[in-house]
């Protein structure tokens, strides 16, 4: 199973961003995705969550800026950035709790990052 974010970058303040994690693998079933960041001398925290049936959950630092989205059927989801402020800047990581073919457990794996940088 591999996760692979993609739309980082370099956006001014007050820009938007869109990020994109697509799951492949022998995935059977795919529970839970979100989006995680770390920046530099921090601990990696939350950004937003989104489950199966399409509830979310977001950290109170992005609400009403970022919104998160998921493809079912393509087993990707997706992070719309507006108003991106400088405390922003961090790694993005994308993560998913997923059932693999011929498993029962459920496991999370997570992607490699992308990086957003907000700057002027």
């Known amino acids: 199973v591999q996760l692979q974010a993609s739309g980082g970058g370099l956006v001014q303040p007050g820009g938007s961003l869109s990020l994109s994690c697509v799951v492949s693998?022998?995935?059977?079933?795919?529970?839970?995705m979100g989006w995680y960041r770390q920046a530099p001398g921090r601990q990696r925290e939350l950004v937003a969550t989104?489950?199966?049936?399409?509830?979310?959950n977001y950290a109170d630092s992005v609400k009403g800026r970022f919104t998160i989205s998921r493809d079912g059927a393509k087993n990707t989801v997706s992070l719309q950035m507006n108003s991106l402020k400088p405390e922003d800047t961090a790694v993005y990581f994308c993560n998913a709790e997923i059932i693999r073919f011929g498993r029962s457990s459920r496991d999370i794996y997570w992607g490699q990052g992308t990086l957003v940088t907000v700057s002027s």
């Open positions: 989104v489950q199966r049936e399409g509830s979310t």
């Open positions: 693998g022998g995935v059977f079933r795919v529970n839970a």
